[in-house]
């Protein structure tokens, strides 16, 4: 299942390879692309919503509502 979350607090490429980091040490078969431009995380994995949201919080990271 492919889940979206705009992170407003994404600024630069280090956020990025720090979320995908992030979400791939703790679930290694998902699929992570983040645009920069437009804050979006797009995440295909079969974690749950909640989970994928805690991971980025986690690391310092915003999700907008
Ligand atoms: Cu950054």
Not at 20 to 27: P, Y
Request: net charge negative; hydrophobic share 40%; glycine share 4%.
């Amino acid at each position: 299942m492919t889940m979206k979350f705009k992170v407003p607090s994404i600024v630069c490429a280090g956020c990025i390879d720090t979320i995908k980091e992030a979400i791939i040490t703790e679930e290694p078969e998902a699929k992570v692309e983040i645009d920069l431009d437009s804050k979006q995380v797009m995440v295909d994995t079969e974690a749950s919503e909640e989970s994928i949201r805690q991971i980025i919080t986690a690391v310092g990271h915003t999700v907008e509502e």
